[in-house]
Structure formats: structure tokens, C-alpha cells
């Protein structure tokens, strides 16, 4: 070979030797920035994957994953800066300023204080798009209705706002009724901040409301408890299909308790439940997330009742119990970690978790009914406050 040909060469060899040197530092940069604090978008996304059973079902709700997780369901894709509301854009502006110190990478690999196994702990990360801050301020009410319902179940909500959850429904007691959502989509979102402008009885938070994520939403009103209305007396947490004879459950049960600051937990008590293991199961629960053979005493989730004394010991315990989605088997979990016993009912026809078909006399001697449509709650309800004194107890 010539000095001519070697030297003609030369800028083609230095070429490739500049591309070479530039992607080296250009994946350098980005294997740094894989490894780093401040890239959490790129670090979370190749980890969580493995996180399926544990902790993607307890932060799939979370404003920054949900823009992460493209999944399959409609309402699961949600892109919040298409929103025109001013409030959930000072929201994300918030977010957006806010270094978040913990990553769902991070809460994947949480220990329990008493456990060797990794565990998903509830980390309460979940920020307010919708609260309500002053409903106790004026007068702290003797009852608080938690209502677990979804954006799409206005007609129920209409209901029980003129039934059952009315606040004025017991003369001289102060009854608040909330309803918990979380985050669906960007359109019913926005139905659900003109109805919460209306009537300022709606709580919502920026987790994916699916039915995985039911834990966060009952967490979610215990929360608002103890920070904005710590001084009532009672909560009772429910379902938007069940019927609930307020009157009742404040006449027969709640009124003969002598101080609120007792340990009081009651409802529909399930003893000696088995976990399903059955993966096609709405209630399936896979071994690694509860490795025990029996579920400890819990109250079924359509409705349990609870004294304000309840309320720090759960969130307390939340810190500690390892998340389950089942939202009645995790607050069981808590109070047991708490040495909290679950009260019987006094009458085991009080707490139902099927529908009782209707009779007014069978409705004025029970607390709960469950499957009970919007239309049904109005005529049970009026039925009920017309003949009922024709009952006897």
C-alpha cells in the first residue's frame, strides 16, 4: 500500500473512530443516568415488571406510574396535562416541582420491621386532588359515613345524598357523609370536580381507582380522619350499592357506647375465612403476598363501624403491615397487629352482606343491605320513614 492510499484512508478511519468515541459516552450518560437518583422514570420502568403480585397493585394508582403503565384498559391510560381544570393542573405543576423521595423501585424493596421477606408497606404517598379541609371545622359530627364509590356511579351517590346519607337524617345528630374516589379518566374527572363543587361531600386522591387499589381508597378516608376531623366520635365505612338504616345504627348501637375512646371495631364478622388461591378468583390471593392459611377475623367491607380511638392504631399499623388489596383483610391485618378484637354485632341479622329482600319491618331492625340499587334506595328509604313505626323491635 502507497503513503497516497494509507493517507486517503485516513478521514474514514477517523470518522468511525469519532462515532465510536460518541457512543460510548452517549450510553455511558445513560448507564449513569439508569444508576442514578435522578433519572427515576428510566429506573423504575425495567424493575417493576417483576413487582406484579406485590407492589405494582398498590402504586399502579399513583399520579407519576400512571403515566408509566400504558396498559391494556382504557380507563387505566390517563394523561393528566390534557386536563383544562385549574385545579388538577396546580396539582400537577405541584408535582412537577416536588422531588418525590421514594421510588416505587424503592417501596418494592421495603422490609417490615419484624420480617426478613420483602413487602409492599402502604407508604401513604397519595396526594389530595380533592378534599375537603373544613367539614369539621364548623361542628364535629357524632357519625362519619366513608362511602367507597367510583366517578361513573353519580346516580348512586344522588341517592344516598337524599336517603340514608342525608346529614340532617337523626335530629340533633351531626352526621358527614364523604364519598372516595380515586383517579378514572381525564372526562369523568371532570363530572366529578362540578358535582364535588356542588356539594362538598367528595375525597379523591391520585391512585387509579380499580378495584386492586380498594385499600388505598378505605386508607385514604382513615387518613382524612385523623387529619381533618379527629374529634368524631364514630366512622363507618361502606359500599355506594348498600343500603344503611343510619337511624338505626346510631339509635341501637352507637348511642349506648359510653366513650368513643374505646376500641370499638364492628360489622359483619367472618371467622376462619381461607385465602383464595385461585388466580382467576376476584378475591384470589397469591401465596407469596399472604403465606398463611386462614385470614384473621375481619368485618366484610360493605360495612363495618369503628370509634375514633380505631383510627391512629390502623394508620399506625399501616406503616408496618405488609399491603394486601383485599381493603376488609388488610385493616383486619391492622387491627390485629394492634391487639384491636373485633366486637360481634349485638344481632347477627345487622350486618349483611347479601341482599335482604325488602320488608319494612325486616329494614327497620337491620344496619346493612347489600346490592341495593339507586332507585331502591329511595323507595326503601321513604317506605321505610313512613311505616316504621308500625314495627315493633
Not at 494509507?6 to 469519532?18: G, H, N, T, V
Not at 407508604?123 to 371545622?137: S, T
Not at 340532617?168 to 364535588?196: A, R, T, W, Y
Request: hydrophobic share 35%; proline share 5%.
Amino acid at each position: 500500500m502507497t503513503h497516497h492510499k494509507r493517507y486517503s484512508q485516513l478521514p474514514w478511519k477517523l470518522a468511525k473512530l469519532s462515532v465510536f468515541l460518541y457512543a460510548s459516552i452517549f450510553f455511558s450518560v445513560i448507564y449513569l443516568c439508569l444508576n442514578s437518583n435522578n433519572c427515576n422514570f428510566f429506573a423504575i420502568l425495567p424493575k417493576i415488571k417483576n413487582q406484579e403480585n406485590t407492589v405494582l397493585n398498590l402504586m399502579e394508582g399513583s399520579a407519576v406510574t400512571a403515566k408509566q403503565f400504558h396498559k391494556s384498559d382504557k380507563g387505566n391510560k390517563i394523561i393528566f396535562h390534557k386536563s383544562k381544570d385549574s385545579s388538577i393542573q396546580k396539582f400537577i405543576s405541584n408535582r412537577k416541582k416536588e422531588k418525590l423521595s421514594r421510588t416505587v423501585t424503592q417501596l418494592a424493596n421495603e422490609e417490615t420491621t419484624d420480617s426478613a421477606s420483602n413487602s409492599s408497606i402502604y407508604p401513604h404517598p397519595f396526594q389530595f386532588l380533592i378534599n375537603e379541609k373544613d367539614k369539621c371545622k364548623k361542628k364535629t359530627p357524632f357519625l362519619v359515613l366513608l362511602i367507597s364509590t367510583k366517578a361513573d356511579e353519580k346516580q348512586h351517590r344522588e341517592a344516598i345524598r337524599k336517603t340514608w346519607g342525608n346529614e340532617s337524617v337523626v335530629p340533633g345528630i351531626k352526621i358527614l357523609c364523604l364519598f372516595m374516589l380515586g383517579f378514572s379518566d381525564k372526562d369523568q374527572n371532570e363530572n366529578i370536580l362540578q358535582e364535588s363543587r356542588k356539594y362538598h361531600d367528595i375525597i379523591q386522591q391520585d391512585f387509579l381507582d380499580t378495584y386492586k387499589n380498594l385499600t388505598l381508597k378505605t386508607m385514604m378516608g382513615i387518613k382524612w380522619i385523623a387529619t381533618y376531623c379527629n374529634g368524631t366520635s364514630f366512622i363507618m365505612k361502606t359500599d355506594s350499592n348498600v343500603f344503611v338504616n343510619t337511624i338505626y345504627l346510631i339509635q341501637e348501637v352507637l348511642r349506648p357506647i359510653k366513650s368513643p375512646s374505646q376500641y370499638f371495631f364492628t360489622g359483619c364478622l367472618m371467622k376462619n375465612y381461607e385465602p383464595n388461591r385461585n388466580p382467576d378468583s376476584k378475591w384470589y390471593m397469591p401465596k407469596e403476598l399472604y403465606p398463611s392459611d386462614r385470614y384473621p377475623d375481619f368485618c366484610s367491607g360493605t360495612g363495618y363501624v369503628f370509634s375514633r380511638a380505631v383510627v391512629p392504631k390502623i394508620l399506625s399499623a399501616s406503616l408496618k403491615v405488609k399491603y394486601v388489596h383485599l381493603e376488609d383483610i388488610y385493616v383486619a391485618l391492622c387491627l390485629e397487629r394492634q391487639g384491636i378484637t373485633i366486637s360481634p354485632p349485638l344481632k347477627q341479622s345487622f350486618f349483611n352482606i347479601y341482599r335482604v329482600p325488602f320488608v319494612t319491618c325486616v329494614y327497620s331492625n337491620i344496619i346493612t343491605s347489600h346490592g341495593i340499587d339507586p332507585t331502591e334506595q329511595i323507595t326503601f328509604w321513604q317506605t321505610l320513614q313512613k311505616k316504621k313505626h308500625m314495627c315493633h323491635k
